[in-house]
């Protein structure tokens, strides 16, 4: 009786185990079938919605984006915004843009040969709603407001389908705005494309999305033409040409969009330029903020652009990019009239880059219209400055939260210590919690679970330095039900059972057939869930924006290292029982066996591999360790913007200056990949004009 008490509650489970296969396969299912019956109860198909609320839904979410854009572009007192008809060879010729499938929108009227050419941005939204062919072409130099067009565009349509009542509003397609880089025209039709779009968006499945594309709910403003290879926007072009079901409006750079062009021009697209800024609406607008009359500074600089062409002045102030820095730059007390002295500002390139220096120190120093800074000035120029450097040789467009500075050749010094920090951090703590687990097992000496732990670190270290880039993970929908497809159970049960064998020679196995048949299923259900879970790769125009494409990246990396640990906690368990460990010690152990694995695992995510760059760059160029956090606060203070998971300079101007900065005020910048051919790289102007010394 003694002997019986003295064997403990896990012996009674290893004799239960043991007594028979044929129970613990039955309370197996039948866990198995509660499990599925509580997710179909937990997660309920939804009901089908009609294709009436669909669009409404999704109006709703386009609404709250376009209010984003607005804020985080300062347009709610826009500049304005005039155009006239293409003279350049941008579009279909224009009797082309004149027939077609589509009505006028509800509330507009049909576009003729009469109507005119030229027009403001109430009448752009003219223009899309009425041309027969559906097909608008917006164009415009480098700085135009290219990109302030759409984003008012995208707001008008929105409040025209808004305006029109519940009998019409189906008639309306709701707007998307969606950016060309992400988009392989070789393989994807614009139809799936789009599907796919809409279906990132929460609480749209993909057959939802597909619904609103078939029954042309849907319009699609899309921009980035000038973003993509030169080799690959005629296959847009064409791509684009073929769809006639859904409005289209194509923003893009004049001379990008006029090289296409002439290899496949957009068919039945009415093109229309944006016109620079004249000198009366500059005046008005300068004064829109000021007090009446305005301060004497101020009025100097307005009576002098009236009279005519100020000197260096006149020319940056058509730009608009540049007029709404003059405006940001300056408060109404300011001595704005210091852009006048020919001595100091003899050409137009000066005062350009004088306006972009003073944009930075202005965003950055307190004010009662913007947040309190959380980075000085010098260190916002260093990082800013570098980023932009590292842009301009790598040829990319935005800056990506995981994969900055832009991978490339590493120096070989600060790389192997980067490694090897990487290789001690997680060989250090996964070599005590095995040796524990080892001590706990058989007594062996805590450091015992050095040698594993060592290789575990140097695999993480080697992923670490990989030069490709990194790949962003996310958790998709449905994954519970993709775990129970029979295809992936034909090849993923019998991969689980059979990785037992060689867990059994280890004495990592539960005794008993059962033990055997609970350890495969937990082997299995690991395998099954991480592959579910860990397997779908981010697209390159996924997520809204940057923060909902780290968070999902770090969701995913989080249930990896979960379902590594759950299975590794079973192994473990029976690692104990092999060396006669009571329950209370062998739940150790198995305890103990998945931390370590879990963060071995976790060390693979992108989050991990990001922050360790980070941290690198923080040590050799003193920039921000937390960069998400710096990027999201240049974006607020409007020096970045963003572009689906990116973020992008507000302005190439900004991002070329920038570089010039960092190119003259730095000597240790790491070696990066040449430029692409025929990609000017910054930092080409002399040295006195790379200094900030021009900042009052």
Same mark, same amino acid.
């Given at each position: ?7 403990g509650?896990?012996d ?17 299912? !039948? ?12 997660f ?25 854009e ?19 060879p ?14 006028p ?19 752009l ?24 067009a ?6 008008? #349509? ?26 392989d025209?070789?393989t994807t ?15 749209f !499945? ?32 064409r791509?684009l040409?073929r ?10 750079r ?20 944006l ?21 004497? !500074? ?16 006149t ?26 002295d ?14 972009l ?15 309190a800074?959380?980075?000085s ?32 050749? %590493? ?7 980067? #490694?090897?920090?990487v ?19 058989d ?34 929908r ?10 992936r ?5 019998p ?13 990592s ?5 059962g ?29 809204l924006?940057p ?6 990246d770090?969701?995913?990396g ?27 010690r062998?739940v150790?152990?198995g305890g103990l ?7 071995w ?8 591999r990001?922050?360790?760059r ?5 040590v ?10 710096f990027?999201?606060? #240049?974006r ?29 005020? %730095?000597?240790?910048?790491?070696? %990066?990949?040449?430029?692409? #051919? ?7 102007g ?11």
């Amino acid at each position: 009786m003694h002997a019986l008490a003295a064997s403990g509650p896990w012996d009674a489970i290893e004799r239960s185990i043991a007594s028979g296969v044929a129970p613990f396969v039955v309370t197996v299912v !039948a866990a198995l079938i509660a499990l599925a019956s509580l997710i179909s109860t937990r997660f309920p198909r939804r009901p089908t919605r009609s294709l009436d609320d669909l669009a409404d839904d999704l109006a709703g979410a386009m609404r709250e984006r376009a209010g984003q854009e607005v804020v985080e572009r300062d347009l709610t007192a826009p500049m304005p915004i005039t155009w006239h008809r293409a003279s350049a060879p941008i579009g279909a010729p224009a009797r082309n843009s004149l027939t077609g499938p589509f009505e006028p929108l509800p509330g507009s009227e049909r576009v003729t040969g009469h109507d005119r050419v030229e027009g403001t941005q109430q009448d752009l939204y003219g223009h899309y709603a009425g041309l027969p062919s559906g097909r608008l072409v917006i164009a415009g130099p480098a700085g135009a407001g290219k990109s302030t067009a759409a984003v008012l565009l995208f707001r008008d #349509a929105l409040a025209a389908r808004e305006r029109v009542g519940p009998d019409q509003r189906s008639r309306v397609p709701v707007p998307i705005m969606a950016n060309l880089r992400g988009w392989d025209a070789h393989t994807t039709s614009l139809a799936t494309w789009i599907t796919d779009q809409i279906a990132e968006i929460p609480g749209f !499945a993909a057959k939802d999305a597909a619904r609103l594309v078939a029954g042309h709910r849907v319009a699609v403003l899309v921009d980035g033409l000038d973003e993509i290879g030169e080799g690959l926007r005629p296959v847009v072009l064409r791509e684009l040409s073929r769809q006639a079901d859904l409005r289209l409006v194509l923003l893009s750079r004049i001379d990008e969009l006029s090289g296409a062009v002439r290899r496949h021009p957009l068919v039945g697209a009415a093109g229309v330029e944006l016109r620079p800024v004249d000198e009366d609406v500059a005046v008005d607008y300068l004064l829109s903020r000021l007090s009446s009359p305005p301060p004497s !500074a101020w009025q100097k600089v307005t009576d002098r652009l009236r009279r005519g062409p100020a000197g260096p002045l006149t020319g940056p102030l058509k730009n608009p990019f540049l007029l709404t820095l003059l405006r940001d730059a300056y408060g109404p007390l300011d001595p704005v009239d210091e852009l006048l002295d020919r001595r100091r500002f003899r050409k137009a390139r000066q005062v350009e880059r004088h306006l972009l220096d003073r944009a930075l120190a202005t965003a950055y120093a307190s004010g009662p219209e913007r947040p309190a800074p959380r980075y000085s000035l010098r260190t916002a120029q260093r990082t800013l400055g570098f980023l932009a450097h590292h842009l301009g040789h790598t040829g990319d467009s935005g800056l990506k939260w995981w994969d900055m500075p832009p991978t490339g050749p %590493q120096h070989p010094v600060p790389g192997t210590l980067s #490694a090897l920090a990487v290789w001690f951090t997680i060989a250090l703590p996964t070599s005590l919690l095995l040796g524990l687990s080892y001590r706990l097992a058989d007594g062996r000496d805590i450091s015992s679970g050095l040698p594993i732990g060592l290789l575990m670190g140097l695999v993480s270290a080697f992923a670490s330095i990989r030069g490709r880039e990194p790949m962003r993970r996310r958790v998709p929908r449905g994954w519970w039900r993709a775990m129970f497809a029979p295809r992936r159970i034909l090849v993923t049960l019998p991969l689980g059972f059979g990785l037992v064998l060689p867990l059994s020679l280890i004495g990592s196995v539960l005794p008993g057939v059962g033990g055997y048949l609970l350890t495969g299923l937990a082997v299995w259900l690991t395998i099954e869930l991480g592959a579910s879970l860990f397997s779908t790769v981010q697209p390159d125009d996924y997520a809204l924006d940057p923060r909902r494409s780290w968070r999902d990246d770090a969701v995913a990396g989080a249930t990896l290292a979960a379902t590594g640990t759950s299975g590794a906690f079973v192994v473990g368990i029976g690692f104990g029982m092999h060396h006669d460990a009571d329950l209370p010690r062998a739940v150790a152990i198995g305890g103990l066996g998945a931390l370590a694995n879990g963060i071995w695992l976790w060390s693979f995510s992108t989050v991990w591999r990001t922050f360790c760059r980070q941290v690198e760059m923080a040590v050799r160029f003193r920039l921000p360790l937390r960069m998400r956090r710096f990027l999201e606060d #240049a974006r607020e203070r409007q020096i970045l913007r963003t572009a689906g998971p990116v973020y992008q300079f507000r302005h190439d101007l900004l991002r070329e200056r920038l570089a010039e900065t960092w190119g003259g005020a %730095q000597r240790s910048v790491p070696r %990066q990949q040449t430029p692409p #051919a025929g990609r000017k790289a910054p930092g080409g102007g002399t040295p006195s004009d790379r200094s900030l010394g021009n900042r009052p």
